[in-house]
């Protein structure tokens, strides 16, 4: 497949910051990005859909003149978040070349049809991010209502999804939904957004190396001057520097030379197996920290740690839900011991550094 946004490369990386706050700070940004050769579309959100009122919601059309001198300066294509019609309208007369929906917006079916509408019969190209909601029918859709409009340069950006509990991911990746997404759609581009995914530098790398391992097509990081003092998304994004460093440290493996003699579905198997083990290390920490909460808690309230009733239950649990599994008793029981037991480990942990604190005290 043929990708559109860069036709002579097998990749399309895109950056630029999450919002456009001013003039010099959009164009700085970009000239430093195209100093890089790292870049290949130059990413602004103008109109951002904050989650809770009150915080920045977008310089507005003004940045629009800003991105249009971005253009004529460094000659990158040029790239803007749309959440509906006026937007587009806005857009399209002044020249930006590629729209993307956010996710905020896929989640709404008459918001991604209104935008549809408004470029029917118009070439445009335009990305479509996953809902902010684990629902691959409704990011499809969303692709659906895109196609049906006319429209034939289009793609997919992988942001994560929203989850509740301990946060290790700003928006979980999922990954296997961005896959089914590509298996269902194979002509559609697929972008990973690592940015949003981590909420965090420390991660970005390694989501970013992930994606081109699983075959994206792209990525697009935010970055910014002065990321520390961006008016949205600080802690995740990076300078337009730090960006080209880790598009240079990505490895790049050639999906063919991978799988020759090779069996492919063994592959695939193989793939869906990794995506697993990675979901399950990662539900296990968040198991943990709730684990240490329960811990500082007990140690507030001065409870001891093994609580028999709890633990019976637990297990009860576990054996009920394996069996309606058709898993072996014998197989989960270790598990759950296992779990069971690291868990006591990490709270005796959080109960003896209180008592070394209270023993320091009483000698005092
Ligand atoms: C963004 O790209 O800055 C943005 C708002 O992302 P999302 O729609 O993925 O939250
Ligand atoms: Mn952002």
Redesign the pocket.
Known sequence: MMNWITPNKKHTFISGP??AETEGQVIETALRLKNTGSVDVF?A?IW??RTRPGSFEGIGEIGLSWLKTVKEETGLPVMV?VARASHVEMCLRQGIDIM?I????TANPFAVQEIADALKGIDQPILL?NP?NPDLNLWLGGMERLLKAGLTHIGA?H?GFSFTGEKIYR?RPQWQIAIDFKTEMPDVLMIC?P??ICGNRTMLQQVAQKALDLNFDGL?I?SHITPDKAW??AEQQVTPEAYAAMIDNLVFRDPQAAQSGIDPILEHFRGQIDLIDEEIVSILASRMQVVQAIGNYKKDKRMTILQAERWKEIFQKYVDSARQYGLGIEFITDIVKAIHNESIDQQERILSASNKKISSTTKK
């Open positions: 999450c919002s990413r959100g951002k859909p978040e993307w956010g996710a905020r917006t991010k902010i950006i942001r928006n957004d940015s949003h697009m935010e949205s998304d």
